[in-house]
């Protein structure tokens, strides 16, 4: 039998985590949740992505980790972006949006790569590279870069594909199928598209 590599893979919903995961396990990795999401607005959003996830990882044996959920943490780093009297103020909404979205894909990471490396997990990925709307480019050099620096072993697969997959899983399990990525600027942008 061959051994099983650890993974710790940060999870943003059940819909998400429900076809990674299970691309994950045909890959043979020993999978743990990792629900680190200060990014989500909303404590009842928050709690309505946690409990589905639990759910989820409960009924497939999958350990979940949640660390404490702390919305301060996405957006001291986003606020002198936001704020016109900031030197780093960003008045274009195309630019301020990448820029927000660059921010908050390295807070996910950086506190990912934090908690595999001291639990001593070989590998680490993201449930975001199963969202089409996602920049995977982007995602990529963010994970990578902070792999290289800190000496972890980033597994990057195209999860897009199973897209469809984990939000007919959600709808059949009867699950909260999330309509935006997270913060508050997503859920805006989500109702103007």
Same mark, same amino acid.
């Given at each position: ?25 045909k ?52 606020l ?12 274009d ?22 908690y ?16 089409? &709307? $996602? #920049?995977?480019? !982007? ?12 000496? /972890? @072993?980033?597994? &990057? $697969? #195209?999860?897009? !594909? ?8 959600a709808?059949?399990?009867? /699950? @909260? ?17």
């Open positions: 039998m061959t051994r099983k590599h650890k993974i710790l893979a940060h999870a943003c919903c059940a819909a998400c985590a429900s076809s990674v995961f299970a691309e994950l396990k890959e043979n990795f020993d999978v743990t949740a990792y629900f680190y999401n200060p990014e989500i607005h909303g404590e009842a959003e928050y709690l309505r992505r946690l409990n589905d996830l639990e759910k989820y990882c409960t009924e497939n044996a999958i350990p979940l980790i949640v660390p404490e959920y702390n919305i301060q943490e996405f957006i001291e780093p986003i002198p972006y936001q704020t016109a009297s900031s030197i780093k103020y960003i008045n909404k195309d630019r301020y949006h990448r820029k927000r979205c660059e921010i908050c894909t390295t807070l996910l990471i950086e506190n990912t790569i934090q595999a490396k001291k639990h001593k997990f070989k590998y680490f990925t993201t449930t975001m590279l199963c969202s089409p &709307y $996602k #920049d995977h480019n !982007k995602i990529w050099d963010i994970a990578d870069s902070l792999a290289s620096d800190k000496d /972890m @072993n980033y597994y &990057y $697969k #195209d999860f897009r !594909k199973g897209y469809w997959n984990g939000r007919n899983y709808r059949n399990h009867n /699950m @909260n199928i999330p309509a935006y990525c997270g913060c508050n600027e997503s859920l805006e942008e989500g109702r103007l598209e």
